[in-house]
């Protein structure tokens, strides 16, 4: 079953350029089960990564693997407070998959005249 991570950051000031370098440089992590991800900058000085896995034990089984990749650029986080660290991990399986909704489709050209010359047959 597919499992996701998401964690949130909080960069220092003036270093989030060499945050997201990091990142672009994680271009293909050697993690198995890993599918891919995406990071996303949620405001001036706020980041999520979202990762997609192939299953949750996969996800587990790569955390050394993660943490390692995290001390490449721990230096540019800040504490986030309340005793959490730099980080603020959560994970887990999906349990739903939403769908995106798909555009309405477009009535074939000529499509109309062909349902009209069938009902005349009739």
Not at 6 to 15: D, E, L, N
Not at 23 to 30: I, Q, T, V
Not at 75 to 83: A, F, K, P, S, V
């Amino acid at each position: 079953m597919t499992a996701f991570n998401i964690v949130r950051f909080r960069v220092k000031p003036g270093r989030q350029e060499h945050f997201i370098e990091a990142h672009r440089k994680m271009r293909n992590p050697a993690m198995s089960g890993f599918r891919g991800g995406s990071l996303i900058r949620t405001g001036e000085q706020t980041f999520c990564i979202i990762g997609e896995w192939t299953n949750f034990k996969k996800l587990a089984d790569a955390r050394p693997k993660m943490i390692s990749l995290l001390d490449t650029f721990r230096e540019d986080l800040e504490d986030l407070g309340n005793g959490m660290g730099v980080t603020d991990p959560v994970s887990g399986d999906v349990v739903v998959k939403l769908r995106a909704s798909q555009p309405a489709r477009k009535k074939a050209r000529g499509r109309k005249r062909k349902s009209a010359k069938r009902k005349k047959r009739r």
